[in-house]
T-cell receptor
């Protein structure tokens, strides 16, 4: 299984602080993706990093990938209350399907 | 481009009834994936379809569940004789190609079995 497992399970920070979320997976992947889910809503694709990439940026998001450790991290800089959501990493292997972790609940206090 | 459209948003069924969940992929996307999310959990893969073909149904229960993606019209996830344990959010995602790109998810159908 290429299951993504996120760490920590829950994170509470003050607005303006940075939030770092980690994800580990088990087998080789084609790419790894991060998604956000607001309570009771669908998933929003945030960023995709391919297996041959080490770091990627998108606005306030920075994602890293270490294939030797089979891990990825998502950094949200200068967090805002609107960033409060659940965040999921999902690994894609050769079989195309995404395998999700259980997610990280991020709370950003105003 | 309306994105991935799922309907209904909420569905209530009595035990033993049938549930039909519909998913219209993004324009130009021919790959559709169904996922189930139980409360406080991540998404679990159910089935991957391409037009008129089931590519991978390894995550779908063998009984009572079926999926199709006809040449014309939306993809349908069908649950027969629903039980309380089927209560969950069911999400559909579509992609342009296999694996290489991010998936676009619909807003989901929340099924409640009473």
């Amino acid at each position: 299984s290429q299951q993504g497992e996120e760490d920590p399970q829950a994170l509470s920070i003050q607005e303006g602080e940075n939030a770092t979320m980690n994800c580990s997976y088990k087998t080789s992947i084609n790419n790894l993706q991060w998604y956000r889910q607001n309570s009771g809503r669908g998933l929003v694709h945030l960023i995709l990093i391919r297996s041959n990439e080490r770091e990627k940026h998108s606005g306030r998001l920075r994602v890293t990938l270490d294939t030797s450790k089979k891990s990825s991290s998502l950094l949200i800089t200068a967090s805002r209350a609107a960033d409060t959501a659940s965040y999921f990493c999902a690994a894609t292997g050769a079989n195309s399907k995404l395998t999700f972790g259980k997610g990280i609940t991020l709370s950003v206090r105003p | 481009n309306a994105g991935v459209m799922q309907n209904p948003r909420h569905l209530v069924r009595r035990r033993g009834q049938e549930a039909r969940l519909r998913c219209s992929p993004m324009k130009g996307h021919s790959h559709v994936y169904w996922y189930r999310q139980l409360p406080e959990e991540g998404l679990k893969f159910m089935v991957y379809l391409q037009k008129e073909n089931i590519i991978d149904e390894s995550g779908m229960p063998k009984e009572r569940f079926s999926a199709e993606f006809p040449k014309e019209g939306p993809s349908i996830l069908r649950i027969q004789q629903v039980v309380r344990g089927d209560s969950a959010a069911y999400f559909c995602a579509s992609s342009f190609g296999r694996a290489a790109y991010g998936y676009t998810f619909g807003s989901g159908t929340r099924l409640t079995v009473v």
